[in-house]
């Protein structure tokens, strides 16, 4: 079986090719720069756009009278229960991305089953499926808490927006065909650290902001999220440990 770390062709260091060297250095020295100034520039053109930027979005008002009275009365009381709306909205985009990031992984287990026979320790796919609905399963969870609050949980909050996007990154690197079993739980393991730490925030959270009820459904979602952590973990130190023929 030949994996992505295995030694082969990889034309990317100077140092394959020695004799241009000095030709390429002596072209860089040539060169004359795109634009004056240093870094500095950069950092000046980065500082005039975040001064005049727009905040990234804004937490909708709720849209129902329910709503609307219980943000009410957490405002006469010196609190912001638009930041556990927001932190909602965030957990719901999250869990979704989750779910499609376990979903692509199963495809590809399905189709590299070789892959998957050759790590060491083994990788269970009902394991991952297992995981896969209770993903789908806090979802639904953090939908209703939003519901229960008289919000929607179709608005996109700033919390949503920017989970939505980090996440990008991640299904592009699980969805990408030549990646790797062994690449592709690194990056649910990414995922499964963010999440882990996303949930205890949020069970905090609604402690404090008095939605007691809310953090004790909370918790069960927490234990099920630290048992994938821990699997996955366990799933990506067996597969690097296997690729460098350690026991």
């Known amino acids: 079986m030949n994996h992505s770390t295995d030694a082969g062709m990889n034309k990317t260091g100077i140092d394959m090719s020695p004799i241009d060297i000095k030709e390429l250095l002596s072209g860089v020295e040539a060169s004359e720069p795109s634009s004056q100034g240093d870094e500095q520039t950069l950092a000046a053109y980065r500082?005039?756009?975040?001064?005049?930027?727009?905040?990234?979005?804004?937490?909708?008002?709720?849209?129902?009278?329910?709503?609307?009275?219980?943000?009410?009365?957490?405002?006469?009381?010196?609190?912001?229960?638009?930041?556990?709306?927001?932190?909602?909205?965030?957990?719901?985009?999250?869990?979704?991305?989750?779910?499609?990031?376990?979903?692509?992984?199963?495809?590809?287990?399905?189709?590299r089953s070789d892959e998957v026979a050759g790590l060491s320790g083994g990788l269970s796919l009902d394991r991952l499926r297992e995981f896969r609905n209770e993903e789908a399963q806090h979802f639904m969870l953090v939908m209703e808490a939003i519901k229960d609050l008289g919000a929607d949980p179709t608005a996109v909050t700033p919390g949503a927006d920017i989970d939505g996007v980090a996440s990008i990154g991640l299904m592009q690197v699980m969805t990408d065909p030549r990646t790797s079993i062994a690449q592709s739980l690194h990056v649910?393991?990414?995922?499964?650290?963010?999440?882990?730490?996303?949930?205890?925030?949020?069970?905090?959270l609604a402690e404090e902001l008095g939605q007691d009820d809310m953090a004790g459904k909370f918790r069960g979602a927490l234990a099920e999220e630290g048992q994938h952590l821990t699997t996955i973990r366990e799933f990506v130190e067996k597969s690097c440990m296997s690729e460098a023929g350690v026991s």
């Open 188 to 204: 649910l393991l990414i995922a499964e650290l963010a999440d882990h730490d996303g949930w205890q925030l949020l069970i905090k």
């Open 47 to 111: 500082r005039s756009y975040i001064m005049e930027a727009d905040p990234i979005g804004f937490v909708p008002v709720p849209g129902s009278l329910k709503g609307a009275a219980k943000t009410g009365m957490q405002k006469l009381m010196g609190k912001k229960p638009e930041v556990l709306l927001d932190k909602l909205g965030a957990r719901l985009a999250f869990e979704r991305a989750g779910t499609r990031l376990y979903d692509a992984l199963l495809d590809k287990c399905s189709v």
